[in-house]
Every structure is written in C-alpha cells, then in structure tokens.
C-alpha cells in the first residue's frame, strides 16, 4: 500500500482521539460478561433516539442487513416490485435477495433519483421505492414522496447520509423507514460493521426485533423463520463513546465540503469540473466529496502521483455488473447514470483534513489542467 501524501480517509483518527476512553469502555464490557443485546445496544438506540428524535430503532449488524429487514417486512412475492437508482451498488444485493423484481431508475447529474424516470418506472406492482442519499446528498425527496404516495412503501437508504437534512427534517426520518450504516468510513462509524433502522411504524418495528434473532420474541419460540442480526455490545459501547463528538464531526465534514465547492470554483476550473449539488432545500452532511471531471482517469494517475489518493464511487451502475446482468438491462438504458460512472472521482475528505492539504489536492486538480 503506497504511503499517499494526502490519504483518501483516516478512519482511526476518531477512535485515536478517544482510545483510553474506547479502551476503558470495552475493558467495562468485558467485565460485564453480557456481549450482546446489553447496556450499550439500549443507550445507543437511546443516542440515536435522542438524535433522530420520536420513533422506534432497531440495531442491525450492518447497513446491508438493516434494508434486508425492510424488504422482508413486506412480505415480497415475485409479483411485486422494488424500485432503486442504477447508480447505488450496494443497494443492489439486499433487493436481489428478496423475492421481487429489481426495477433500475436512472439518476439526476447530481447522482440522485430522477423523479421522472421514476413516474415512468411506477406501476401497479411496485412494493417500495428506495431512495438511496448518497455521497450524503439529498434529492428532490418531497417530489418522490409525492410521486410514491400512500400505498408505495418509500425507504430511504442513508447508509451515507446520517446528519443530511431535507426542509429542515433530518434524512430517515422523513420516508416509512431509514436505513443507516456504522461502517467504519461513515459519518458515524464503529471499528467494524453495524447498522439500524428507524421507522415511526410499530408494526414494523415489532417484525424488525424479531427478525433480527431467529424471529424471536420469546427465547426458543420462533413466530417465523429468519436468520439474525446482532449488534454486539462492544461496537455498541465504542459508537456511545463517539456519539459525543458527532456533531463536532458533522460541523468539520461541512466546512471541507464548503472549503473544497468554494476554492474549486475560484481556480477557474469550471471548464474542466462540475460540483455534485444537494437539493437546495437541504442540508447535506457529506460522506464523500465526489466531483464530475473531463480526463477523470488521467486525473486519477496524475494524482496518484502526486501523493493524493482518490476512489470512484461507484465505477459501474448496476445494470452492467456481471452478477446482475440476469435483470435483462442493457448499455445504454441508463445514460445519466453511465455518464457519471465515466467522469466521478471521490476526492480526499475526512473530518481532519488539513487546509494544507486541500491547497495542495485543489492546486494539483489545477496544475493537470493548466
């Protein structure tokens, strides 16, 4: 693994500021002797809760697991359909899983659903619309609610987006359920995998805690067949201790955001790169800073050797993925979507990025167009 100059993410850096409290917190688990579905699950929904604020949450072992839980809520047949934008790979294997029928929907120049690919792609046997916020920017998300209306289950996928706010109400708070992620490069992450849901829906709350062990709800009395999806005390405990720097960590992921849309433009770059845009009635908390750029792969290697580090996410829409070309769907389907899979780059982006080190990634973008 090369030693970058500028690397792509530090994902132990939160966990280094708070290793003798992490330390201490996992050491108490220990001395517990209670592993999982302990003290730490209950205040981290009670975090959560806090945050997110009235509603129920269910803790999953990960993101992936936490939209599967969904989707077996409602019961799918192969007569129902599950709609989900091109662009959002890891959406793509919870729905194949279930027994419905993926429906692909193409994307804005912003990565996010196309509303009136959408009304085309809506029919009597769609089951759920899942809106996947990625890169932790929002969507039209008041049009496609209206478009999905009362009778079609909308999830919001914010695996990427915990901390985003549509009309001032925080993502996955806004659609039937959100579905998050703590893997270790999100906004809020453990030194690991987990998950959860939030839904104000009794219902499926009650499903979800069973679902998530053997469809239990008492010990050894099955009411349905499921697997399970735990999420253990001590990935638990280490998100409680760093629930207490979250909003700290929201606040400095906008300001690189702003800091990098700002300087990008005053570079005279706007011939060679396009900004991804949130909704402008939203308030997005950025996982990744992912620009639109002309020579994007040339860019890439100029960078790399330059000491920068940077990912494309995601650099195939799902539609010509090998393990989904069974979904019939073809090059050219989905244009917005192959476009941006041609021209994205993720740029560097963490909480503790230096200024520095912006200059030096922004002055490089410059110097390869000059």
Known sequence: MLNYLVPFNKVGKTAQIKKKEILSRISSIIDSDVFLNGVQNQKLKDNLSDFLGPGYICLTASGHDALFLCLEYLKLTSQDEIIFPA????AAFPVCLTKAKPVLVDVDKNGQIDPNDLMRKISKKTKAVII????GLVGNLSQIKSIAG????????????????FDNKLVGTIGDVGCFSFYPTKTISTLGDGGFIFTKNRKMYEFIQKAVSYGEKIRYQSEFISSHSRLPEIQAGILNVLFSRVNITFEK???VATYYKKTLMDQGLKKYIELLNSNPNSDPVEHLFVIKAQ????????????????????????????AFSYLGYKLG??????????????????PYITKKDLNYVIESIKSFYA
């Open 87 to 90: 662009n959002s790979y890891p």
């Open 132 to 135: 996947v916020h990625l890169y």
């Open 150 to 165: 009362n009778k079609i289950t909308l999830i919001e996928d914010c695996a990427q987006a915990l901390g985003s706010k």
């Open 253 to 255: 992921r906008k300001s």
């Open 295 to 322: 020579k994007r792969d040339f860019l890439r290697k100029y960078l790399d050797i330059k000491g920068i580090e940077t990912y494309i996410h995601y650099p195939i829409p799902v539609h010509l993925v090998p």
């Open 333 to 350: 389907d989905f244009q917005n979507s192959e476009y941006l899979s041609k021209q994205i780059i993720s740029l560097p982006f963490n």
